[in-house]
């Protein structure tokens, strides 16, 4: 089973099986405050344009700091980069594809995904999670960053990154290529896909 499925599979059952007694109901409403402080440790961002590696072909999306000014380059799959791409620039697909279908299965539930955070950088690899509100409270969900940042174009919630991942990884923004480290450095943007 993939991470998307197990977790929609786990909201299925904490959504059905929590009393409203429980601790994630006895959470504040959210009014805006909550969420302020939860992004204490962390920055928003936007979604930058896709762009390619040039050594490896590989997709690279960029999260761009408040201003503009700094980028933190994750490289992506094709299939992510695809759908990325696809909810940029509001493309319907004849048929729902993965994200459309886990959007669709979160708000079926009653849920809404309020908010994806890029957590961590650990071994060149960057994790999220994806926060989904409910009626009985909010839920952190574990997933990848790319398949996070297409959700979240695609719902229109807020895109984080903890601030030690911006001190790790984020590079001046504008062009960004491989530089050695593991983390792309400086692309022309004319390759930007």
């Known amino acids: 089973m993939t991470r998307i499925a197990t977790a929609l599979a786990a909201l299925a059952l904490l959504s059905a ?11 504040k409403p959210d009014t805006g405050e909550a969420a302020e402080g939860a992004a204490a440790d962390c920055e928003r961002v936007t979604v930058g344009k896709l762009i390619e590696d040039r050594a490896s072909g590989t997709p690279v999306v960029q999260l761009l700091t408040k201003g503009g000014e700094r980028a933190v380059p994750i490289y992506i799959g094709e299939a992510e980069a695809a759908a990325i791409f696809r909810y940029q620039h509001e493309i319907e697909a004849p048929r729902p594809l993965t994200h459309d279908l886990v959007a669709a299965v979160v708000e079926k539930f009653g849920g809404k995904i309020t908010r994806v955070t890029v957590t961590s950088l650990k071994n060149e690899t960057f994790y999220a999670e994806i926060e989904v509100t409910t009626k009985t409270g909010k839920l952190s969900i574990d997933a990848r960053p790319s398949d996070s940042i297409a959700l979240a174009i695609k719902t229109g919630c807020p895109v984080y990154v903890a601030r030690p991942v911006l001190e790790k990884a984020a590079r001046p923004a504008g062009k960004l290529e491989p530089d050695g480290d593991g983390v792309p450095g400086v692309v022309d943007p004319k390759d930007a896909i």
């Open 17 to 27: 099986a929590l009393p409203t007694s429980t601790a994630l109901a006895a959470e």
